[in-house]
């Protein structure tokens, strides 16, 4: 199959719905690939970077990459100090992607293109959920400071692994720059699958690039595919990356003068009530994400404008439709629109495993 081999979401880095920088940890940047981060005495910065011409990603065609700039670490690591790139992955995606996951004649193949500013191994790992939880550490072996280098992992099956057919999180991809001591050990066993343990995901990191101050880590092209050979990775178009980020987050509104509804109604003296269709299913029914403050929205309606501050979901909220409500005056029965009327207000679903 030349398309739909890439099990994982957004690995060109394309979409960033919440934004293209930020320093706070999980979900923040770009979509489906929260960086976590814990005792940093200064938090690193995560952003959506420019690929530079010329570079060998460049020519295969990623202009973007995943990109942590740390902070300085005047404290040194400490042994729950973490930098932690994730993908979570439904189960069923894995259950029928084709994969004989129970056997150990049967493959899948990890691809990715790292580039770091300090010269050192890195490691990773990759978890499963359901059933007996399993692990399967690895590492990059010795990256050149700032050189982009293919890693490619063909990670076999084994008979413990087990994977719901439903929509919960069922499989986890960890690349880490880094990770202190409370979650690793020299006894780990990598390119090896293992029981999981919380305090022995993978073997002890090399802390130079968490106590080098400004260090940079980059990554871009990660695919996840069935069957033991690396294939070209798969080039999808930004629509298509953003619609399959949109089944995990959507959002809807941000900045000044943006649509929250074009089809409000006035329920009664003084709700209004909002029901927007999303432009994607999501995986589950959604919560609501919003940035409440003074005057955040307004209402129009018979030619006047209702300023208001608040909104919250409302109970009928399907995978498919997101209601709204705000406590906004008016006319019972009439028809309005709902916008944005803050430059640092946004409405977003959210259905993230």
């Known amino acids: 199959s030349l398309s739909h081999r890439n099990i994982i979401i957004n690995g060109a880095m394309q979409v960033a719905q919440r934004g293209t920088s930020s320093t706070a940890s999980g979900y923040q940047a770009l979509d489906r690939f929260p960086v976590y981060l814990n005792g940093a005495d200064e938090n690193p910065t995560i952003s959506q970077a420019d690929i530079a011409s010329g570079t060998t990603p460049y020519t295969l065609g990623f202009r973007k990459s995943l990109k942590i700039t740390n902070g300085n670490q005047t404290s040194g690591a400490g042994s729950n100090d973490y930098v932690w790139i994730q993908q979570k992955i439904e189960a069923q995606n894995i259950s029928q992607s084709g994969w004989n996951y129970t056997s150990a004649s049967s493959y899948i193949t990890l691809s990715f293109w790292v580039k770091s500013s300090v010269a050192q191994t890195f490691k990773g790992y990759i978890q499963t959920i359901d059933g007996t939880g399993m692990q399967y550490p690895f590492e990059t072996g010795s990256l050149s400071a700032d050189t982009w280098t293919k890693i490619t992992k063909t990670i076999p099956g ?189 409405v977003a679903a959210v259905a993230e495993l």
């Open 158 to 346: 084994n008979a413990n692994l087990s994977f719901d057919t439903n929509n919960g999180e069922g499989f986890k991809l960890s690349i880490i720059p880094m990770m202190g001591t409370d979650k690793t050990s020299s006894s780990v066993t990598e390119d090896a699958w293992g029981t999981y343990t919380s305090s022995a995901r993978i073997k002890d990191v090399t802390t130079t690039w968490y106590t080098t101050n400004d260090a940079t880590f980059e990554i871009t092209g990660v695919q996840l595919e069935v069957g033991p050979v690396e294939t070209p990775f798969e080039h999808r178009s930004f629509g298509q990356e953003l619609a399959l980020s949109q089944r995990y987050y959507q959002r809807l509104a941000t900045g000044t003068g943006k649509a929250v509804s074009e089809n409000a109604t006035q329920y009664n003296s003084s709700t209004v009530f909002l029901s927007i269709p999303l432009p994607t299913e999501m995986r589950a029914q959604p919560t609501l994400e919003i940035a409440n403050g003074s005057n955040y929205f307004v209402k129009y309606a018979n030619g006047g404008a209702v300023y208001f501050n608040t909104m919250g979901r409302d109970g009928i909220t399907t995978p498919r439709v997101l209601c709204l409500n705000g406590t906004a005056s008016g006319t019972a029965g009439h028809a309005c629109m709902v916008r944005t009327d803050d430059a640092n207000t946004y």
